[in-house]
């Protein structure tokens, strides 16, 4: 299956990709786990501002 994956750099590739190694799965639960935490700060800041 074809996936486009974006690195933090903004780098972009295309192509046939296994995510099944342990490798890119540390990968996208980082992701993850980044995208949570930028999520919660932006939440708290909301709060602190109302």
Do not use: C, W
């Amino acid at each position: 299956m074809r996936k486009t994956i974006v690195t933090k750099k903004g780098n972009v590739a295309e192509g046939n990709f296994n995510l099944n190694t342990p490798e890119a799965k540390e990968a996208i639960e980082s992701v993850i786990d980044a995208g949570t935490e930028y999520l919660r700060n932006k939440l708290n800041h909301q709060k602190e501002k109302n």
